[in-house]
């Protein structure tokens, strides 16, 4: 798999549609769709019930494909990568944080994190040291045995924010990340997404919530798969299109 020139955007969508068919109708989620993600950039996308939220993700997450145009990643186009191919791509480059977690209950917390690595080659030992490593960054240090029930939701969360980083990847993808939280906790939550995201780190967060989205530096609103409003900063895009 050729790796990519250090200028390139991190996630780019050319045209890109998406169709779901239920029963005899197709649904058209994502319609003739094309944006650029940029390196170390922190969007936050909004948008009502099915404006194409949740395909947006998991089109950028590898999770589905276009029915037509192209997605990139970090310079690597996905359209010709088979199944096994596109997993290896989604295990390297790109990590998640769920609203549910998504965490093993049979797994302790520095397995948990440790989980996206077992796709890779690198050394056990060093995959644990990093893993040991982003426990600490969270604030998890102390509760490396616990599983997932033993821990509260917020401290879930933390393990998701740790497993996403493991494997370094280009892209963080966040789906209502602090949805299942209190405020102080999503407030915890939003704070080490900043962090993140002044390191430099690429995030692309989805939210309906519109003081969550406020903290992102770009936003993009969705309506009926289409891009309804881009605002970079303080400086607003009505009306732009895919």
Same mark, same amino acid.
């Given at each position: 798999?050729?790796?990519?020139?250090?200028?390139?955007?991190?996630?780019?969508?050319?045209?890109?549609?998406?169709?779901?068919?239920?029963?005899?109708?197709?649904?058209?989620?994502? /319609?003739?769709?094309?944006?650029?993600?940029?390196?170390?950039?922190?969007?936050?996308?909004?948008?009502?019930?099915?404006?194409?939220? %949740?395909?947006?993700?998991?089109?950028?997450?590898? $999770?589905?494909?276009?029915?037509?145009?192209?997605?990139?990643?970090?310079? !690597?186009?996905?359209?010709?990568? /088979?199944?096994? +191919? @596109?997993?290896? @791509?989604? %295990?390297?480059?790109?990590?998640?944080?769920?609203?549910?977690?998504?965490? $093993?209950?049979? #797994?302790?917390?520095? =397995?948990? !994190?440790?989980?996206?690595?077992?796709?890779?080659?690198?050394?056990?030992?060093?995959? =644990?040291?990093?893993?040991?490593?982003? *426990?600490?960054?969270?604030?998890?240090? =102390?509760? #490396?045995?616990?599983?997932?029930?033993?821990?509260?939701?917020?401290?879930?969360?933390?393990?998701? $924010?740790?497993?996403?980083?493991?494997?370094?990847? *280009? #892209?963080?993808? *966040?789906?209502? +990340?602090?949805?299942?939280?209190? %405020?102080?906790?999503?407030?915890? !939550?939003?704070? @080490?997404? /900043?962090?993140?995201?002044?390191?430099?780190?690429?995030?692309? #967060?989805?939210?309906?919530?519109?003081?969550?989205?406020?903290?992102?530096?770009?936003?993009?609103?969705?309506?009926?798969?289409? $891009?309804?409003?881009?605002?970079?900063?303080?400086?607003?895009? *009505?009306?732009?299109?895919?």
């Amino acid at each position: 798999m050729a790796e990519p020139s250090s200028n390139q955007p991190v996630a780019e969508l050319i045209g890109v549609t998406r169709n779901y068919r239920m029963g005899t109708n197709v649904v058209r989620a994502l /319609d003739n769709f094309s944006f650029t993600f940029g390196r170390g950039e922190y969007w936050a996308v909004m948008g009502s019930s099915g404006s194409g939220k %949740s395909t947006l993700l998991n089109v950028l997450g590898c $999770i589905d494909r276009p029915t037509e145009g192209d997605y990139k990643v970090d310079g !690597i186009s996905t359209n010709s990568l /088979d199944d096994d +191919a @596109l997993s290896e @791509l989604r %295990s390297r480059k790109l990590g998640f944080v769920f609203q549910s977690y998504n965490l $093993i209950p049979q #797994l302790n917390v520095l =397995e948990n !994190i440790m989980v996206p690595l077992f796709y890779q080659d690198d050394p056990p030992a060093d995959g =644990e040291e990093r893993a040991r490593t982003l *426990a600490a960054r969270v604030g998890l240090s =102390e509760r #490396l045995d616990h599983r997932p029930t033993e821990l509260s939701g917020g401290q879930q969360q933390r393990v998701a $924010i740790a497993r996403a980083l493991v494997n370094h990847p *280009a #892209l963080i993808l *966040a789906d209502e +990340a602090t949805g299942n939280l209190d %405020s102080q906790t999503a407030l915890e !939550i939003l704070a @080490l997404l /900043d962090e993140l995201h002044a390191e430099g780190r690429t995030i692309v #967060l989805v939210t309906h919530e519109p003081d969550v989205g406020e903290r992102a530096q770009h936003v993009l609103r969705l309506k009926d798969g289409r $891009i309804e409003s881009v605002k970079r900063g303080q400086r607003s895009m *009505a009306g732009a299109r895919a």
